[in-house]
């Protein structure tokens, strides 16, 4: 028995130093996340510069526009960041760059507003940069622009000293609750294979001009959607093609739908996302897979 015993403890703390090089090693490579973006990723800014007007919670989750936390905090929640650590610039509603559109910053906006306060930057950090639905959402069918204000966006943070980004690509703008049986339905998933194709390829152009320290992820979330979409039963979902939220009225069971509104996903949804940017970062990086029983 006594024999036994001892075997236990020495399992248990070969799995404690295991899970503690994991999360040393998190720390080492990513000490922080910093994201630009629109709704996707915003985590309230939108409703703290609002007063709390909108997005309405509830329905909405705290002013995040979903029925939860979206896909950068439970990102940052598995790289055991702290909120402190999750710095977010995100906003509902932002373009990729034309402004202040209804007084939402853009995502150069973003970027530049960051760049004013930190002259030099956390090279150890994250950088997430996901935008360009709301352009073509807003009537804008010029992919070349949309994608070189991303490109703009990752230079200007590379030449303060960023050097690692994520940048993520669109789901198919065609096929969701708001826009799959209108007549622009079809103009929009053009739009978002064109805008994919070509943020693809100037991702590569990036890396290859910027340098070799400089590390760009793509996270392919049309992939992701179209997986759930084609497979919904693979993820856990009943339906992949209505809201769950109609004229405010709340399902019961929002974790079987792919939409939480017209537009934006359900937080399972963005726990899907989260874990697919991780293992994106575990391929990148090499991090050490956490036991999977912890």
């Not at 399992?11 to 910093?34: G, P």
């Not at 070189?148 to 230079?155: D, K, L, P, T």
């Not at 100037?202 to 979409?229: C, M, P, T, W």
Request: with cysteine; charged share 15%.
């Amino acid at each position: 028995m006594k024999k036994q015993i001892l075997v236990v403890l020495a399992f248990l703390f070969v799995l404690m130093v295991a899970f503690t090089t994991s999360i040393s090693n998190f720390h080492t490579i990513i000490n922080e996340l910093y994201v630009f973006g629109d709704s996707l990723s915003d985590i309230g800014n939108v409703f703290n510069a609002t007063g709390g007007f909108r997005p309405s919670s509830p329905p909405y989750f705290q002013g995040r526009y979903s029925n939860g936390l979206v896909w950068v905090e439970y990102l940052a929640s598995e790289l055991a960041l702290n909120h402190k650590q999750n710095t977010n610039f995100a906003y509902g509603g932002a373009t990729t760059g034309s402004g202040h559109i209804n007084g939402i910053p853009d995502l150069l906006t973003q970027v530049d507003s960051f760049l004013k306060v930190h002259g030099q930057i956390d090279s150890n950090a994250l950088y997430i940069l996901w935008a360009g639905a709301n352009d073509y959402l807003n009537g804008l069918n010029n992919p070349s622009l949309s994608i070189g204000n991303v490109s703009q966006a990752i230079e200007s943070l590379s030449k303060a000293g960023a050097k690692k980004f994520m940048v993520a690509n669109l789901p198919d703008l065609g096929n969701i609750p708001v826009t799959r049986n209108t007549s622009y339905s079809n103009i929009l998933s053009s739009a978002t294979i064109a805008h994919n194709l070509g943020l693809a390829k100037s991702l590569n152009i990036l890396k290859q001009k910027l340098g070799h320290d400089i590390q760009v992820i793509e996270l392919d979330v049309h992939f992701l959607y179209r997986e759930a979409i084609a497979n919904p039963a693979k993820f856990g979902f009943t339906n992949v093609t209505e809201a769950c939220l109609k004229n405010f009225a709340n399902f019961d069971n929002p974790d079987d739908f792919l939409f939480w509104d017209s537009i934006h996903p359900t937080t399972a949804v963005h726990k899907l996302l989260a874990k697919a940017a991780l293992k994106e970062l575990k391929t990148k990086y090499s991090f050490p897979p956490l036991p999977e029983y912890l």
